[in-house]
């Protein structure tokens, strides 16, 4: 299959050929056509799989052949969970319509807005935004959708997580009833399916990964270890495997921080990427990884979300995360584009409920590797793999917040959401939902979510 087959224009091909591109991936071959035609579009896709350009290149396409974004008018709006997310694919629709007339504009939240209204006075073809922001701009008057024609929402799962679900629906409210839109997620859960319902007419539906399925290109195994002894392993694993990069996955803030500072004391140097944060220190600690000045990259899961870093060799799960399908996207981060990649784990006894989550939900056991001098005082106990189905969680319900966040590690998860950009401006945003869970001798049975869970502050 070749691009030219696809009905993209000459200088669209052209920017194609600039990036080196030889053929369309599974996804950018389903989902171009389906959206030059006009149709909605309903993808499960993760990060790696050339999704940014599935959606771009057809956006492109289509608003090269209408005339101008007038001020403050927006043709196409792409909505992304986090900042990183919005400034790739600002990069890519940048790239991609190099040899176009389009204007495009990002804006997101934790910089300054006013540099955005200015912007936005000329009008964006494509506006590439995070809900919260989007919403700030709209409500200044910076925005006007009465000429939209595409609305692109990328990484719906995650915004979802976020809580973004009230921003989402306030802009749906707001934009034009004919539209065309498509609908970006690495999973169709049965939230999204539900969000789906009110958004997306007739979808044309695209997976290009099995659902929750790990890729098959990705080596993962774990090595139980006791927790205080874990940043000592890591530093030996580098060490030993002469790893010349691996990014490294933190359940918190400070748990990141913490690592960051105990790899640097080792001589290693790693940079820490979360949402307490500034802009510039992100942007910074992902070029400095991207090119090569740093060995580890210390990420919270919400922060490392949407990274687009090309054939990561390792990814290190230095916690296992709270909820099972972060583990599936973590080991995303790995093993792209045929090549191998290995996602290691290091486990503590008090993470068995996490890890019999995640083989479940995997419906695989993740080897174990014992390292000599890391023996675990306290064992890991042995899981079998639970093959009964998962059941989907119930519609979710806002909530009231009380309790503060549950502390892992003895680490404290910093930062005031108000501050943090983009994030929700209230702590009773954050919805919560049962969570399907085993417990031993008891089978399946509904609780609450975690309160570490419900919880977390968005990056
Ligand atoms: P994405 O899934 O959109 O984050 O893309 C992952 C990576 O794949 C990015 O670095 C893209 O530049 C790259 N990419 C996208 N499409 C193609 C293609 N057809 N051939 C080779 N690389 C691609």
Same mark, same amino acid.
């Given at each position: 299959?070749?691009?030219?087959?696809?009905?993209?224009?000459?200088?669209?091909?052209?920017?194609?050929?600039?990036?080196?591109?030889?053929?369309?991936?599974?996804?950018?071959?389903?989902?171009?056509?389906?959206?030059?035609?006009?149709?909605?579009?309903?993808?499960?896709?993760?990060?790696?799989?050339? %999704?940014?350009?599935?959606?771009?290149?057809?956006?492109?396409?289509?608003?090269?052949?209408?005339?101008?974004?007038?001020?403050?008018?927006?043709?196409?709006?792409?909505?992304?969970?986090?900042?990183?997310?919005?400034?790739?694919?600002?990069?890519?629709?940048?790239?991609?319509?190099?040899?176009?007339?389009?204007?495009?504009?990002?804006?997101?939240?934790?910089? #300054?807005?006013?540099?955005?209204?200015?912007?936005?006075?000329?009008?964006?073809?494509?506006?590439?935004?995070?809900?919260?922001?989007?919403?700030?701009?709209?409500?200044?008057?910076?925005?006007?959708?009465?000429?939209?024609?595409?609305?692109?929402?990328?990484?719906a799962d995650r915004m979802?997580?976020?809580?973004?679900?009230?921003?989402?629906?306030?802009?749906?409210?707001?934009?034009?009833?004919?539209?065309?839109?498509?609908?970006?997620?690495?999973?169709?859960?049965?939230?999204?399916?539900?969000?789906?319902?009110?958004?997306?007419?007739?979808?044309? +539906?695209?997976?290009?990964?099995?659902?929750?399925?790990?890729?098959?290109?990705?080596?993962?195994?774990?090595?139980?270890?006791?927790?205080?002894? #874990?940043?000592?392993?890591?530093?030996?694993?580098?060490?030993?495997?002469?790893?010349?990069?691996?990014?490294?996955?933190?359940?918190?803030?400070?748990?990141?921080?913490?690592?960051?500072?105990?790899? +640097?004391?080792?001589?290693?140097?790693?940079?820490?990427? $979360?949402?307490?944060?500034?802009?510039?220190?992100?942007?910074?600690?992902?070029?400095?990884? #991207?090119?090569?000045?740093? &060995?580890?990259?210390?990420?919270?899961?919400?922060a490392a979300r949407g990274?687009?870093?090309?054939?990561?060799? $390792?990814?290190?799960?230095?916690?296992?995360?709270?909820?099972?399908?972060?583990?599936?996207? &973590?080991?995303?981060?790995?093993?792209?584009?045929?090549?191998?990649? %290995?996602?290691?784990?290091?486990?503590?006894?008090?993470?068995?409920?996490?890890?019999?989550?995640?083989?479940?939900?995997?419906?695989?056991?993740?080897?174990?590797?014992?390292?000599?001098?890391?023996?675990?005082?306290?064992?890991?106990?042995?899981?079998?793999?639970?093959?009964?189905?998962? %059941?989907?969680?119930?519609?979710?319900?806002?909530? +009231?917040?009380?309790?503060?966040?549950?502390?892992?590690?003895?680490? %404290?998860?910093?930062?005031?959401?108000?501050?943090?950009?983009?994030?929700?401006?209230?702590?009773?945003?954050?919805?919560?939902?049962?969570?399907?869970?085993?417990?031993?001798?008891?089978?399946?049975?509904?609780?609450?979510?975690?309160?570490?869970?419900?919880?977390?502050?968005?990056?």
């Amino acid at each position: 299959m070749s691009f030219n087959k696809l009905g993209l224009s000459a200088p669209i091909l052209k920017a194609i050929e600039d990036q080196g591109y030889t053929e369309p991936s599974a996804i950018q071959a389903q989902a171009i056509p389906a959206i030059l035609e006009g149709q909605d579009v309903m993808a499960a896709a993760q990060t790696g799989t050339g %999704k940014t350009a599935g959606f771009t290149l057809p956006l492109l396409e289509i608003l090269s052949k209408g005339e101008n974004a007038q001020s403050n008018q927006v043709r196409a709006l792409v909505l992304t969970p986090t900042r990183e997310l919005a400034a790739q694919v600002a990069e890519s629709v940048k790239n991609y319509g190099q040899h176009l007339s389009l204007k495009s504009t990002v804006v997101f939240g934790g910089v #300054k807005i006013n540099p955005q209204m200015m912007a936005l006075r000329r009008g964006a073809d494509i506006l590439i935004a995070t809900p919260g922001r989007m919403m700030d701009l709209y409500n200044q008057k910076a925005v006007r959708f009465d000429k939209l024609e595409i609305l692109v929402l990328d990484e719906a799962d995650r915004m979802l997580d976020m809580g973004f679900i009230h921003d989402i629906k306030k802009i749906l409210a707001i934009l034009p009833k004919k539209r065309q839109n498509l609908l970006f997620s690495a999973t169709f859960s049965p939230e999204i399916r539900q969000l789906a319902k009110g958004l997306v007419n007739n979808p044309v +539906e695209i997976s290009v990964t099995p659902r929750n399925a790990t890729a098959v290109s990705v080596e993962q195994w774990l090595h139980p270890v006791d927790k205080k002894r #874990k940043t000592e392993l890591l530093i030996q694993l580098i060490a030993d495997g002469r790893w010349d990069q691996a990014l490294v996955f933190s359940r918190t803030k400070h748990g990141a921080n913490k690592i960051t500072k105990q790899l +640097e004391d080792a001589g290693i140097r790693a940079s820490a990427i $979360h949402g307490n944060k500034s802009q510039g220190a992100r942007t910074r600690a992902l070029s400095d990884f #991207k090119e090569g000045r740093i &060995r580890i990259l210390v990420a919270t899961d919400i922060a490392a979300r949407g990274l687009d870093i090309e054939q990561l060799p $390792h990814v290190v799960n230095f916690d296992l995360p709270d909820v099972a399908e972060d583990y599936v996207h &973590r080991i995303g981060r790995t093993g792209r584009a045929g090549a191998t990649g %290995k996602a290691i784990s290091l486990v503590a006894a008090d993470e068995l409920d996490q890890l019999r989550a995640i083989e479940r939900l995997t419906q695989k056991l993740i080897e174990r590797r014992y390292e000599d001098d890391f023996m675990p005082t306290h064992m890991l106990p042995d899981t079998t793999l639970d093959t009964r189905p998962i %059941k989907p969680n119930k519609p979710k319900r806002p909530r +009231e917040q009380t309790n503060g966040p549950r502390q892992g590690n003895g680490a %404290k998860q910093g930062g005031n959401p108000a501050k943090q950009g983009n994030a929700p401006k209230s702590g009773n945003r954050r919805p919560s939902a049962p969570k399907a869970e085993m417990t031993p001798g008891q089978g399946l049975r509904s609780k609450p979510l975690a309160p570490a869970r419900r919880n977390r502050k968005p990056d």
